[in-house]
């Protein structure tokens, strides 16, 4: 192969990415995630399509088990809310109180059935409180699995 | 004329001292000045490599915008040079951010990569360079190639502030900027010192790495020079 064939092979393979992740990319990208809201109001529609769905974790609805790393908990936007089911443990971020992007399928009639979560944090970035838990102890607790339910 | 040289290697001579002091004390302010954050910890220090790079690239890449306009009007293969060795810096920072914040995403937000809006336009602005880089390969004639470069070069600037926008236009898994915003500022203090340190840090290593480049196309183009001279 000469070196021309082999750079407009490679720069075919840029065009054709490029245009991939235009079309598909920034399409999906410009609705990257629904807002319970959104997804109550499709109803039906919703229902065994792969989707995102993203909102704040409503404090107290977090419940896992370590046994069966069964998770579920509820996402609000402030109007509506959806119940997920997930397996498997989540990052380190995620917690009650903070933001979260699950990605998975509705069922209809069902709670939403996770297939990854991915934790939404602030631009906010500043020490830990004077007299506080240290960053350290912050970082260790989020990591602690939640204690299981009596 | 040898004096000025002389006080040209001098000059940048100096700025390569400065830029490994500034990179030094970026690091120190960095890891033992800023203190670790009080949600994400000791990962979030990945912001000061993260973020610097991705502002310089964006420079880097407003040279590149300003030197291909003013090569199209001009023609002057000058103008070209200096866009075409900032954008290989350029895309250097770009592919070395996307990896620093590929590495900070994967312990915060779970995952190393999401084809969010963010991530989507800067993985763009990464492939259209590297187009560039390749277009300018691939045509033989260099003023030709030159051209088609420029036109590029401005078209791929413009992806920038739909980068910056990204987070405020459409929904992303990617945080709102913390810097670059209207009203104050959401780090605190001795983290923005942090940052600040290192953005000029790697600003001053921009600057050395693109003096350095152009000595290379400079070489190159006497090489082209004396091989015709002799070939004839």
């Given at each position: 192969?000469?070196?021309?064939?082999?750079?407009?092979?490679?720069?075919?393979?840029?065009m054709?990415?490029l245009?991939?992740?235009?079309?598909?990319?920034?399409?999906?990208?410009?609705?990257y995630?629904m807002?319970?809201?959104?997804?109550?109001?499709?109803?039906?529609?919703?229902?065994?399509?792969?989707?995102?769905?993203?909102?704040m974790?409503?404090?107290?609805?977090?419940?896992?088990?370590?046994?069966?790393?069964?998770?579920?908990?509820?996402?609000?936007?402030?109007?509506?809310?959806?119940?997920?089911?997930?397996?498997?443990?989540?990052?380190?971020?995620?917690?009650?109180?903070a933001?979260?992007?699950?990605?998975g399928?509705?069922?209809?009639g069902?709670?939403?059935?996770?297939?990854?979560?991915?934790?939404?944090?602030?631009?906010?970035y500043?020490?830990?409180?004077?007299?506080?838990?240290?960053?350290?102890?912050?970082?260790?607790?989020?990591?602690?699995?939640?204690?299981?339910?009596? | 004329?040898?004096?000025?040289?002389?006080?040209?290697?001098?000059?940048?001579?100096?700025?390569?001292?400065?830029?490994?002091?500034?990179?030094?004390?970026?690091?120190?302010?960095?890891?033992?000045?800023?203190?670790?954050?009080?949600?994400?910890?000791?990962?979030?220090?990945?912001?000061?490599?993260?973020?610097?790079?991705?502002?310089?690239?964006?420079?880097?890449f407003?040279?590149?915008?300003?030197?291909?306009?003013?090569?199209?009007?001009?023609?002057?293969?000058?103008?070209?040079?200096?866009?075409?060795?900032?954008?290989?810096?350029g895309?250097?920072f770009?592919?070395l951010?996307?990896?620093?914040?590929?590495?900070?995403?994967?312990?915060?937000?779970?995952?190393?990569?999401?084809?969010?809006?963010?991530?989507?336009?800067?993985?763009?602005?990464?492939?259209?360079?590297?187009?560039?880089?390749?277009?300018r390969?691939?045509?033989?004639?260099?003023s030709?190639g030159?051209?088609?470069?420029?036109?590029?070069?401005?078209?791929?600037?413009?992806?920038?502030?739909?980068?910056?926008?990204?987070?405020v236009?459409?929904?992303?898994?990617?945080?709102?900027?913390?810097?670059?915003?209207?009203?104050p500022?959401?780090?605190?203090?001795?983290?923005?010192?942090?940052?600040?340190?290192?953005?000029?840090?790697?600003?001053?290593?921009?600057?050395?790495?693109?003096?350095?480049?152009?000595?290379?196309?400079?070489?190159?183009?006497?090489?082209?020079?004396?091989?015709?001279?002799?070939?004839?």
């Open positions: 192969m000469t070196k021309k064939t082999k750079l407009l092979l490679g720069g075919a393979l840029i054709v990415a245009a991939y992740l235009i079309n598909s990319g920034i399409r999906e990208a410009a609705v995630y807002t319970p809201s959104e997804l109550k109001a499709k109803g039906d529609a919703a229902s065994d399509r792969s989707l995102r769905v993203g909102g974790v409503v404090p107290g609805s977090l419940h896992w088990e370590p046994q069966t790393l069964k998770l579920t908990f509820r996402l609000t936007d402030g109007k509506e809310e959806v119940a997920v089911e997930h397996t498997g443990s989540p990052p380190d971020l995620f917690k009650e109180g933001g979260a992007v699950v990605e399928r509705c069922v209809s069902g709670a939403f059935q996770s297939s990854m979560i991915m934790a939404k944090h602030s631009e906010e500043k020490p830990p409180e004077k007299g506080g838990a240290s960053a350290e102890h912050i970082h260790r607790t989020l990591v602690q699995p939640q204690r299981t339910q009596p | 004329m040898v004096q000025g040289a002389m006080i040209g290697r001098g000059c940048e001579r100096a700025l390569g001292i400065l830029t490994v002091i500034g990179l030094v004390i970026g690091l120190y302010i960095a890891f033992v000045y800023a203190p670790a954050d009080a949600v994400q910890g000791e990962v979030q220090r990945l912001m000061y490599l993260h973020v610097p790079l991705i502002l310089i690239s964006y420079l880097a407003f040279v590149v915008f300003v030197a291909s306009i003013l090569y199209l009007w001009r023609r002057d293969r000058q103008y070209d040079a200096i866009a075409h060795s900032s954008v290989e810096i895309v250097l770009t592919a951010s996307i990896a620093v914040g590929s590495i900070w995403g994967r312990p915060t937000w779970g995952v190393w990569w999401t084809w969010d809006a963010r991530l989507t336009t800067t993985a763009i602005l990464l492939l259209m360079f590297l187009g560039y880089l390749m277009l390969a691939l045509v033989d004639d260099p030709r030159a051209t088609f470069c420029a036109v590029l070069g401005i078209i791929g600037f413009l992806d920038i502030p739909i980068i910056h926008m990204s987070v236009w459409w929904r992303t898994l990617h945080q709102p900027a913390s810097m670059l915003r209207p009203g500022s959401t780090v605190a203090l001795n983290m923005q010192v942090a940052l600040y340190a290192n953005l000029v840090a790697f600003g001053l290593l921009y600057a050395y790495l693109l003096i350095k480049r152009l000595q290379i196309e400079r070489a190159r183009e006497e090489l082209l020079r004396l091989q015709m001279e002799l070939l004839g």
